[in-house]
């Protein structure tokens, strides 16, 4: 099976993995907008989501390993210091850290992400304008070199800004459950178990996660 006998995405994963294919129909079943490549932007509702590589990546690094509730009110806040707008990479580094990070309700963590991409950009070290032609690997590693920006923040950027249609995100709690429940494993499986098991799924496994998190009712935000 080539994707030239298989036209249409979708068949082409049913086809791929039965089992998936079920997944696929259940979605379908539930009537509504359905997954698509290239993806709908997870937060096309928020009038403050960012549309811009950097913008994008400071909105993601506000919103890890938070609920999507709590990334808006801390992006608000956040940008709320800065008249409306995302800080530039100067004004980060201008402000005072502590008083950042009390203003928005970041962590320190997160308060030294956001720092560290502002020295990478204004080094020249991370060049954004670049990363839409670099190869899906080349990304992540060039992302992966801020600290606090890790191979989930990467192939959440990837996914949902430059919009790569085969984009396996193994470290995602939503796809390790949503494997789990889809090869009724035992227990979550390992990030080179999501990795083997979704195999078949190549080249659209961006749409395949995209139906996984929809089984899931948990899509992930960026």
């Given at each position: 099976?080539?994707?030239?006998?298989?036209?249409?995405?979708?068949?082409?994963?049913?086809?791929?993995?039965?089992?998936?294919?079920?997944?696929?129909?259940?979605?379908?079943?539930?009537?509504?907008?359905?997954?698509?490549?290239?993806?709908?932007?997870?937060?096309?509702?928020?009038?403050?989501?960012?549309?811009?590589?950097?913008?994008?990546?400071?909105?993601?690094?506000?919103?890890?390993?938070?609920?999507?509730?709590?990334?808006?009110?801390?992006?608000?806040?956040?940008?709320?210091?800065?008249?409306?707008?995302?800080?530039?990479?100067?004004?980060?580094?201008?402000?005072?850290?502590?008083?950042?990070?009390?203003?928005?309700?970041?962590?320190?963590?997160?308060?030294?992400?956001?720092?560290?991409?502002?020295?990478?950009?204004?080094?020249?070290?991370?060049?954004?304008?670049?990363?839409?032609?670099?190869?899906?690997?080349?990304?992540?590693?060039?992302?992966?070199?801020?600290?606090?920006?890790?191979?989930?923040?990467?192939h959440m950027?990837?996914?949902?800004?430059?919009?790569?249609?085969?984009?396996?995100?193994?470290?995602?709690?939503?796809?390790?459950?949503?494997?789990?429940?889809?090869?009724?494993l035992p227990?979550?499986?390992?990030?080179?178990?999501?990795?083997?098991?979704?195999?078949?799924?190549?080249?659209?496994?961006?749409?395949?996660?995209?139906?996984?998190?929809?089984?899931?009712?948990?899509?992930?935000?960026?």
């Amino acid at each position: 099976m080539t994707r030239q006998t298989v036209r249409r995405p979708e068949e082409y994963l049913r086809r791929a993995d039965p089992a998936l294919g079920s997944v696929i129909d259940e979605i379908e079943h539930r009537g509504g907008p359905r997954p698509s490549l290239p993806p709908r932007p997870s937060l096309s509702n928020d009038p403050q989501m960012p549309t811009d590589c950097y913008g994008v990546l400071i909105r993601g690094i506000a919103s890890q390993n938070i609920s999507a509730f709590a990334s808006r009110a801390i992006y608000r806040k956040l940008i709320e210091r800065f008249d409306g707008r995302p800080p530039t990479p100067r004004q980060i580094l201008d402000d005072d850290p502590d008083a950042l990070r009390v203003a928005a309700g970041l962590s320190h963590a997160k308060t030294d992400s956001l720092r560290s991409l502002a020295e990478h950009i204004l080094s020249g070290e991370l060049e954004l304008d670049r990363l839409h032609d670099l190869p899906d690997d080349d990304v992540v590693r060039e992302l992966s070199a801020v600290k606090g920006i890790g191979a989930w923040t990467a192939h959440m950027f990837m996914i949902w800004h430059l919009h790569r249609p085969d984009v396996l995100p193994v470290g995602d709690l939503g796809i390790r459950q949503a494997v789990r429940r889809l090869h009724h494993l035992p227990g979550l499986p390992a990030p080179a178990d999501v990795k083997r098991l979704a195999e078949p799924w190549r080249p659209y496994r961006t749409l395949a996660c995209l139906y996984l998190w929809r089984l899931e009712e948990s899509e992930p935000q960026v």
